[in-house]
Every structure is written in structure tokens, then in C-alpha cells.
């Protein structure tokens, strides 16, 4: 189960707190704060930013302003993402309409399929044929990806779209694929994430 071992993930937590803190008006906060929001020790917090270069002061703390926008940095949220879908079934439409993505720098911008019958080039985000994936790729400079493809093809997709320059690839399929120097891969396997949810939920009776 997730237990805040993610570096990365505690900095986009940290950033999703300190949103909030200045939403309500807060100009500065100290590592006591994010800590016992996040249920992460102050020294974490204090470690996690300095491994990063996030500087404050013992007596004033952090400014509030001036963090968000160095994590915003460290996690590209200063410049468009810009992420293809790749099958376009019923969890990758759900994930092309989502409208979390807009406010956290990232869009969804098309959807490449094999069934002829789900290509709808003329939709609010297109949908294209899955053979025009390489020209697409490489024409508009795309480097994420997330595939909600069946297992049969997840290797092979996977396989095209590193071959296509992808650095990242958000990992739907039930199938753990590998990371490599040039393409991180996150595998995000629901049923094994349901069943840790069950096995820790049973734990509680």
C-alpha cells in the first residue's frame, strides 16, 4: 500500500497543500505544517526539500508563493504537457474527457485506436487511426503517453511508442512493462491496486 515513499509523489502533494494554504490566504508556513497535513514527519518534509534545493529560513519558514512556483518547475507544470491516449475503450474516453488535467498543466490532445469504428478524427479531441501514431508523435513533439490498451497488445504498443521518442508512458494495461534509460513506464494495475485496498481493509476489522 502507498505509504509516502515516493519522493515525487510527496512533492506533488506538497504543492497540492501549499495550493491551499495560499487559496486561504497564507503568505508562509513551516515543514510542521505540510507534515501534519500529509501525515509525514517535519524532518522529511525538511529533507525532501533540500535533496531538491527548496530553501527557507529556521525562524520565517518557507514562502508560500515562491515554493509552488520551484515545484511547479521541478515537476513541468510551467509549460503545456501535452499526452496522446492510446485505445480508446471506455477507460481511455473516460480519461480523455477528465477535466482534472487542465488545471494541473497537462492536455490531452488526442487518441489513437485500432477499431475503425471508435476513429473520429472530427471530435473535440480527435480520435485517429493507430498507424498514424508515429507521424502524429513526431509532428507535434509529444513525449507522454498513456495506454489503456488489452494485455495482447500492451508489449507492442509499448514497443512503438519508445520507439517513437516517448519518455512516458502511464501504464493501464494489466501487464507490468519495464522502464528504460530512455522511457519511464508507470504501471497502474487496478485490480492488484483493489485487492491491496481489500487485504488492508480486511485488517481492520
Same mark, same amino acid.
Given at each position: 500500500m502507498y505509504s509516502n515513499s515516493d519522493p515525487i509523489r510527496r512533492?506533488?502533494?506538497?504543492?497540492?497543500v501549499l495550493c491551499k494554504l495560499r487559496a486561504l490566504g497564507f503568505e508562509r508556513f513551516v515543514s510542521d505544517n505540510l507534515g501534519g497535513a500529509l501525515d509525514i514527519s517535519p524532518a522529511q518534509v525538511r529533507k525532501d526539500f533540500a535533496d531538491y534545493g527548496l530553501t527557507g529560513n529556521k525562524k520565517g519558514g518557507y514562502d508560500v508563493k515562491d515554493l509552488i512556483e520551484k515545484l511547479n518547475n521541478i515537476l513541468g507544470k510551467n509549460e503545456l504537457q501535452k499526452i496522446i491516449v492510446v485505445g480508446c475503450g471506455g477507460m481511455g474516453k473516460t480519461l480523455m474527457g477528465y477535466n482534472g488535467f487542465a488545471g494541473e498543466g497537462m492536455k490531452v490532445v488526442?487518441?489513437?485506436?485500432?477499431?475503425?469504428?471508435?476513429?473520429?478524427?472530427?471530435a473535440f479531441i480527435p480520435i485517429y487511426d493507430l498507424n498514424d501514431m508515429p507521424d502524429y508523435i513526431k509532428r507535434e513533439g509529444i513525449e507522454l503517453a498513456i495506454m489503456t490498451v488489452p494485455e495482447s497488445?500492451?508489449?507492442?504498443?509499448?514497443?512503438?511508442l519508445k520507439g517513437c521518442n516517448i519518455k512516458g508512458i502511464l501504464n493501464f494495461a494489466p501487464i507490468m512493462l519495464k522502464s528504460t534509460? #530512455?522511457? &519511464? /513506464?508507470?504501471?497502474?494495475?487496478?485490480? $492488484?491496486?483493489? #485487492?491491496? &485496498? /481489500?487485504?488492508?481493509?480486511?485488517?481492520? $476489522?
Open positions: 512533492l506533488s502533494n506538497y504543492r497540492r488526442a487518441g489513437f485506436e485500432s477499431n475503425p469504428a471508435a476513429i473520429n478524427p472530427a497488445a500492451a508489449s507492442k504498443i509499448a514497443d512503438i534509460e #530512455e522511457c &519511464i /513506464i508507470r504501471n497502474i494495475n487496478i485490480i $492488484h491496486e483493489m #485487492e491491496n &485496498i /481489500i487485504y488492508f481493509a480486511g485488517k481492520m $476489522h
